[in-house]
């Protein structure tokens, strides 16, 4: 498996869910390979699945990350490679996908339109791929629409373990005398990283009107992000107190929000499927949210509210939040609905099973992809390196790709050149040396690293320095944002 950290989020919760299914339920030896400088705060979870975990920024340079993996496939003899949300994984594939290797698979959480988002990464590197998984039937068809093989593309869901996900295990009167929620009061639940995609501005818009329109609720939000500030100002500005922010929380305090919860909230902008909803749904929790991605596919109308994102979704999400909490009967249909729906469809074997099934069909194929030859795996001089590092510079900056956003990222940079003190930040926050290490790509390109960065690297999630790993506003470059926001 080669993965980019080992985090906290959905993502890396399917990683550790699949990594157990394959080992206990499907024999299998599972070694992962993080690709990305990170905090890796589960690398604890993942070490007590495997013995096998290996975190190539503390191992070796970035050049060399090609030939550590390589090497681990000839001691391994790995039947196949995983990519899961690694860019440089794609990256590396020419130089992986060598004869007589393993065969090589992605799986893909969500569509993003962005093109250096996995899905167009994934369908740029489809020649040395023998099998793409998504997680919805949603994300296959706009793949299919953006040119993918439809042969090579199949659907595995999430899923979720409706064992472990089980109300009827939690006391839910201990669990509310420990969050403070009363007796009889209702508990809306807001469970995700607080970032621009989940929308906790829309949550906090929402259950304002509906605060002011009389009812009583206390709503648990778990998770933390560049939107915590925000919201902790929202909160103290209409002294908020049926807002409770609980920072990050583990996945059996998740469990405890979710037994007490009459209603799970989330309005993301965009999604593939939440994990936290099979979450929810498993705890017998109605679902409003967000009709986006592949989420129809799991919320059916007998199990929750979905609405479309757009100028109303304000008032549609009120609206319907409002008619949850007043009607008792109608959250506990749901919410029995709901967990009957993932007993039945969206359990964890079936997820195994289903991935187990895939990895043989691409291994089956394996053989009609066209492997690199060794001498293609060697970079060409460029004796007119720093010409064409000009070029690509120029380039970057004339493309009209994002061209009124990379006009105001550079305003901000030209005020923190034209100050002492902010280009001190600045050389705290930005290490050249660093981004280039982490970034082979750029570095054979010889673009200005900074001139990258603050124009297109933020938005491809590239870190400027191993310490600096924040969101911006509005779109804006978060480093940029964060220096001049003293002013």
């Known amino acids: 498996m080669l993965a980019p950290h080992l985090e906290m989020g959905g993502a890396d919760k399917f990683n550790l869910d699949l990594i157990a299914c394959l080992q206990r339920d499907h024999e299998y030896e599972v070694s992962v390979v993080t690709t990305r400088s990170s905090p890796h705060r589960w690398r604890e979870q993942f070490e007590r699945l495997t013995p096998d975990v290996f975190l190539l920024h503390e191992l070796v340079p970035v050049e060399g990350y090609s030939r550590f993996i390589l090497n681990l496939m000839d001691t391994k003899k790995p039947d196949t490679v995983l990519i899961t949300n690694s860019r440089i994984?794609?990256?590396?594939?020419?130089?992986?996908?060598?004869a007589r290797g393993p065969s090589f698979v992605d799986y893909l959480h969500m569509e993003d339109s962005d093109a250096e988002g996995f899905p167009r990464l994934s369908l740029r590197y489809a020649a040395y791929l023998d099998c793409t998984i998504v997680s919805s039937e949603h994300l296959k068809r706009r793949l299919i629409e953006a040119g993918g093989d439809a042969n090579r593309i199949q659907v595995a869901t999430t899923n979720i373990n409706p064992e472990l996900w089980d109300r009827s295990h939690c006391d839910l009167a201990?669990?509310?005398a420990k969050y403070g929620v009363r007796e009889g009061v209702p508990v809306i639940a807001f469970v995700a990283r607080l970032c621009r995609q989940k929308q906790p501005d829309v949550m906090a818009t929402v259950l304002k009107k509906i605060r002011d329109g009389g009812l009583a609720f206390v709503c648990l939000v778990a998770g933390e992000g560049d939107y915590q500030g925000w919201l902790e100002k929202f909160i103290a500005k209409h002294r908020f107190d049926q807002i409770k922010l609980l920072?990050?929380?583990?996945?059996?305090?998740?469990?405890?929000?979710?037994a007490i919860s009459d209603v799970y909230f989330m309005p993301s902008e965009n999604e593939g499927i939440a994990l936290t909803l099979f979450e929810a749904m498993s705890m017998g929790v109605p679902v409003l949210a967000a009709d986006v991605g592949g989420q129809a596919e799991l919320v059916s109308a007998d199990c929750g509210i979905l609405i479309q994102p757009g100028p109303s979704q304000v008032e549609?999400?009120?609206?319907?939040?409002?008619r949850l909490l007043a009607d008792h009967e109608l959250r506990a249909r749901m919410g029995a609905r709901s967990r009957e729906r993932i007993r039945d469809h969206f359990t964890l074997d079936k997820m195994g099973k289903r991935m187990t099934e895939l990895f043989g069909c691409a291994a089956s194929t394996s053989s009609l992809i066209p492997r690199a030859a060794p001498q293609d795996l060697v970079p060409a001089e460029e004796p007119h390196r720093r010409w064409r590092g000009l070029m690509n510079t120029a380039g970057l900056l004339l493309s009209p790709r994002n061209f009124g956003l990379k006009l105001r990222n550079l305003r901000l940079l030209g005020r923190i050149l034209l100050s002492r003190e902010k280009r001190l930040q600045l050389a705290g926050y930005f290490n050249p040396r660093y981004y280039l290490s982490h970034n082979p790509d750029l570095k054979a390109s010889g673009v200005a690293p900074l001139i990258h960065y603050v124009v297109q690297g933020y938005r491809e999630d590239r870190l400027p320095s191993p310490h600096f790993d924040a969101a911006g506003r509005g779109g804006i470059n978060p480093m940029l944002w964060r220096i001049n926001q003293r002013d």
């Not at 994984?89 to 060598?98: D, E, I, M, N, V």
């Not at 920072?247 to 979710?258: I, N, Y």
């Not at 549609?316 to 409002?322: D, G, R």
Request: hydrophobic content about 40%; aromatic content about 6%.
């Open 89 to 98: 994984a794609y990256r590396l594939l020419p130089s992986l996908r060598t």
């Open 247 to 258: 920072g990050a929380v583990p996945s059996e305090q998740v469990r405890e929000l979710l």
């Open 174 to 176: 201990s669990i509310r």
């Open 316 to 322: 549609e999400y009120a609206n319907a939040l409002q």
